[in-house]
């Protein structure tokens, strides 16, 4: 449901991009709650700066990123390993998910943003402001990871 605001750009851009917002904070926390609330922080900011917002997609994008980061400082996860999967069984949706939660926040963001979000290492870089390369790389990185998980 959108918000009650005067401001039909803020009820629109709800509308328009609520749910993949969630999904996107509920892939980079690994909590539907904690996704939840990052998104609500953002619309509640997006509020107070509606006029000078250019492209609504990609402000809310990195503001959920950036709030999903903030999560990730708070809270100081503790990292538990999983055990290794037997021989010849394959990963599941909950296992994957397990070990995408594993992965650095880096390294998680551009996976999710570039698999789920579709986007492309370009303009992820543009969106979380750091260089090309510095993308890649995480993406290899993340992808050998996945790939070693996956393989025992």
């Not at 749910?19 to 939840?36: D, N, P, Y």
């Not at 809310?60 to 709030?67: H, I, K, Q, S």
Request: hydrophobic share 45%.
């Amino acid at each position: 449901m959108a918000p009650e605001v005067d401001d039909p750009a803020i009820a629109s851009w709800f509308r328009d991009h609520h749910r993949s917002l969630v999904q996107l904070a509920f892939f980079h926390t690994g909590s539907l709650e904690v996704a939840e609330d990052v998104v609500s922080d953002v619309f509640a900011k997006a509020l107070r700066s509606a006029a000078d917002v250019r492209d609504p997609g990609a402000y809310l994008r990195r503001a959920v990123v950036n709030g999903a980061n903030s999560v990730h400082r708070r809270r100081r996860l503790v990292r538990r390993r999983p055990a290794p999967l037997p021989e010849n069984v394959s990963l599941g949706a909950c296992e994957t998910f397990d070990v995408l939660m594993d992965l650095p926040v880096d390294q998680r963001t551009v996976v999710v943003l570039h698999y789920w979000e579709g986007l492309s290492i370009d303009e992820i870089a543009e969106l979380l402001q750091r260089p090309r390369g510095t993308v890649a790389s995480w993406q290899h990185r993340a992808l050998v990871a996945l790939r070693e998980v996956i393989e025992r």
